[in-house]
């Protein structure tokens, strides 16, 4: 069917109805009809070469059903061309046979009558560019008007140059990408969901964001357990919360990615366990609801940079990573608010240049380490914990501390129970406790600082030293060390105490010696009982 130099103009319905047929549609006008053109799903034509003018519906009606085959759309000639999506547009797999594929063209215009989904089983592809972008819409611009662009199975789409909004009947997104396909999000803009702007979810495809903005969506971006999302490049503004993680046991190595700017809002507990990991990237915040905790029996990294800290906070801390609650100055963080970052059995945890508060609640500290795993802490800070900073608690793994502050902690900046640390370069300052340990648990005290702890630099609970201990004197004016219980040097066992340490003891306690006390001291600095 070949159409040229011709006008269908001022009729009821289509100017042009195509059904289940093909036609080459050249220099013609579309005017004052209903529809321009109604067309089924694998019809198209070269809209670009007609003029389309004050048709009441819309340009262009396209009817639901199954792409089954490679379709492009485009804009036509004339002011306000759109399609008008009136049933659910299925793009189907791809097949030995077939390859469906939909391509919207710079400037397309898809707008979807109420309810309706783009379900994407194929292949999408929609390119605008930064001054014609490819717009998605509802025929009305309300939240929740249309659903989504669903993306499913092994399908796949490249959406670059996007405005998607008012969808998220339903699905509750924007876009929902789920399945084996990829998904590539950029220069994008995500807004006015009635749910979320983009959610993923069992999606173990690729997926690639960078450049997007997510505004006045319920949630900015979701991603549900085992999802990751690595971008910070992206921005956000006026959703209710940025970037929602849902949580849950994870089966896949997981990396966190965020603009500093904005936060990761840990919705519920997240575990990692043996055999996977969760990377938290430089400069992006996590932030914790009441009593929430990130468990850790695999592996955590979390590795900042000077110029780009991690932070784990108190949801209600707008310090860092904006006002994650959106209550202005409604409310303000405090200890005790989450749970902790826990290393428990074989777990590890690598923490460099981060910044942990704000924790305590249960398990008494801002990190929890016990199990046989190792803990790695470095140029970090610790502090305001509801109880302790760093609690570790019959740990037979190595813990490496160095250059880090453990600072405003309720109890102790550093507890040990039963465990041995390496503590180099630390500073302890503005806590009840530096450290608090119990009789065989010790670290070289004179390789950090202690200032400004308001009970004693390092307390010591009773019982009885098993093992050779050394206690010395760290730095910082009027350290000392404060027995809060009876202690004794058992048998085989010797304690050995280095000039200028001071030992005060709390009231009827008492040191008793049944293997080797080694005190000596020196003239100016003497051991003080």
């Given at each position: 069917?070949?159409?040229?130099n011709?006008?269908?103009?001022?009729?009821?319905?289509?100017?042009?109805?195509?059904?289940?047929?093909?036609?080459?549609?050249?220099?013609?006008?579309?005017e004052?009809?209903?529809?321009?053109?109604?067309?089924?799903?694998?019809?198209?034509?070269?809209?670009?070469?007609?003029?389309?003018?004050?048709?009441?519906?819309?340009?262009?009606?396209?009817?639901?059903?199954?792409?089954?085959?490679?379709?492009?759309?485009?804009?036509?000639?004339?002011?306000?061309?759109?399609?008008?999506?009136?049933?659910?547009?299925?793009?189907?797999?791809?097949?030995?046979?077939?390859k469906?594929?939909?391509?919207?063209?710079?400037?397309?215009?898809?707008?979807?009558?109420?309810?309706?989904?783009?379900?994407?089983?194929?292949?999408?592809?929609?390119v605008?560019?930064?001054?014609?972008?490819?717009?998605f819409?509802?025929?009305?611009?309300?939240?929740?008007?249309?659903?989504?662009?669903?993306?499913?199975?092994?399908?796949?789409?490249?959406?670059?140059?996007?405005?998607?909004?008012?969808?998220?009947?339903?699905?509750?997104?924007?876009?929902?990408?789920?399945?084996?396909?990829?998904?590539?999000?950029?220069?994008?803009?995500?807004?006015?969901?009635?749910?979320?702007?983009?959610?993923?979810?069992?999606?173990?495809?690729?997926?690639?964001?960078?450049?997007?903005?997510?505004?006045?969506?319920?949630?900015?971006?979701?991603i549900?357990?085992?999802m990751?999302?690595?971008?910070?490049?992206?921005?956000?503004?006026?959703?209710?919360?940025?970037?929602?993680?849902?949580?849950?046991?994870?089966?896949?190595d997981?990396?966190?990615?965020?603009?500093?700017?904005?936060?990761?809002?840990?919705?519920?507990?997240?575990?990692?366990?043996?055999?996977y990991?969760?990377?938290?990237?430089?400069?992006?915040v996590?932030?914790?609801?009441?009593?929430?905790?990130?468990?850790?029996?695999?592996?955590?990294?979390?590795q900042?940079?000077?110029?780009?800290?991690?932070f784990?906070t108190?949801?209600?801390?707008?310090?860092?990573?904006?006002?994650?609650?959106?209550?202005?100055?409604?409310?303000?963080?405090?200890?005790?608010?989450?749970?902790?970052?826990?290393?428990?059995?074989?777990?590890?945890?690598?923490l460099?240049?981060?910044?942990?508060?704000?924790?305590?609640?249960?398990?008494?500290?801002?990190?929890?380490?016990t199990?046989?795993?190792?803990?790695?802490?470095?140029?970090?800070?610790?502090?305001?914990?509801?109880?302790?900073?760093?609690?570790i608690?019959?740990?037979?793994?190595?813990?490496?501390?160095?250059?880090?502050?453990?600072?405003?902690?309720?109890?102790?900046?550093?507890?040990?129970?039963?465990?041995?640390?390496?503590?180099?370069n630390?500073?302890?300052?503005?806590?009840?406790?530096?450290?608090?340990?119990?009789?065989?648990?010790?670290?070289?005290?004179?390789?950090?600082?202690?200032?400004?702890?308001?009970?004693?630099?390092?307390?010591?609970?009773?019982?009885?030293?098993?093992?050779?201990?050394?206690?010395?004197?760290?730095?910082?004016?009027?350290?000392?060390f404060?027995l809060?219980?009876?202690?004794t040097?058992?048998?085989?066992?010797?304690?050995?105490?280095?000039?200028?340490?001071?030992?005060?003891?709390?009231?009827?306690?008492?040191?008793?010696?049944e293997?080797?006390?080694d005190?000596?001291?020196?003239?100016?600095?003497?051991?003080?009982?």
């Amino acid at each position: 069917h070949a159409i040229t130099n011709s006008s269908f103009k001022n009729n009821s319905s289509a100017g042009l109805a195509l059904s289940n047929s093909a036609a080459t549609v050249e220099s013609c006008t579309f005017e004052n009809n209903a529809w321009g053109l109604w067309q089924t799903v694998n019809e198209f034509i070269d809209y670009g070469a007609n003029t389309f003018a004050n048709n009441s519906s819309a340009a262009v009606g396209v009817s639901g059903g199954h792409i089954t085959s490679k379709v492009e759309w485009e804009p036509g000639i004339g002011d306000n061309f759109f399609f008008y999506l009136s049933g659910d547009i299925v793009v189907d797999p791809n097949s030995d046979a077939a390859k469906p594929e939909l391509s919207l063209a710079p400037g397309t215009v898809a707008k979807f009558a109420q309810y309706k989904t783009m379900y994407v089983n194929g292949s999408l592809n929609a390119v605008g560019t930064s001054n014609s972008n490819v717009i998605f819409t509802g025929t009305t611009q309300s939240k929740g008007w249309w659903n989504s662009i669903y993306i499913s199975g092994a399908g796949s789409a490249n959406l670059a140059y996007c405005n998607i909004g008012y969808g998220g009947y339903s699905t509750s997104a924007n876009i929902y990408k789920t399945g084996t396909g990829n998904l590539t999000l950029t220069n994008s803009k995500s807004h006015h969901s009635s749910g979320d702007g983009v959610r993923l979810e069992a999606s173990t495809g690729t997926h690639s964001f960078a450049n997007n903005h997510y505004s006045n969506n319920n949630y900015g971006v979701r991603i549900m357990n085992n999802m990751s999302y690595d971008d910070n490049t992206s921005t956000f503004a006026n959703n209710n919360v940025d970037l929602y993680a849902d949580g849950g046991t994870i089966g896949r190595d997981v990396v966190w990615n965020l603009n500093k700017d904005y936060s990761v809002y840990l919705a519920r507990d997240i575990t990692i366990p043996a055999g996977y990991s969760l990377t938290v990237k430089p400069g992006t915040v996590v932030k914790f609801p009441q009593y929430r905790y990130i468990g850790i029996k695999g592996v955590l990294y979390a590795q900042g940079t000077s110029d780009q800290p991690i932070f784990f906070t108190d949801v209600r801390d707008d310090s860092v990573g904006g006002d994650t609650n959106k209550d202005g100055e409604g409310s303000v963080p405090g200890a005790g608010w989450w749970w902790c970052l826990y290393v428990s059995d074989a777990g590890t945890a690598t923490l460099d240049y981060c910044t942990v508060r704000y924790g305590g609640y249960s398990t008494g500290a801002d990190i929890y380490k016990t199990g046989t795993g190792n803990l790695t802490i470095g140029n970090s800070t610790i502090s305001n914990s509801s109880v302790d900073g760093l609690k570790i608690n019959g740990s037979s793994g190595n813990h490496a501390i160095t250059n880090s502050s453990f600072k405003n902690n309720s109890s102790a900046g550093l507890a040990l129970i039963n465990s041995l640390a390496d503590v180099q370069n630390s500073l302890f300052s503005d806590n009840a406790y530096g450290v608090w340990q119990t009789p065989n648990s010790f670290i070289d005290y004179s390789l950090n600082v202690f200032s400004n702890n308001t009970v004693a630099s390092v307390g010591v609970g009773g019982g009885t030293i098993s093992s050779d201990i050394i206690w010395n004197r760290g730095q910082g004016d009027s350290f000392f060390f404060n027995l809060q219980g009876d202690i004794t040097v058992g048998d085989g066992a010797t304690l050995q105490i280095l000039p200028g340490t001071v030992l005060k003891f709390n009231q009827y306690c008492y040191l008793q010696v049944e293997g080797t006390l080694d005190a000596k001291g020196f003239p100016g600095s003497p051991v003080v009982f």
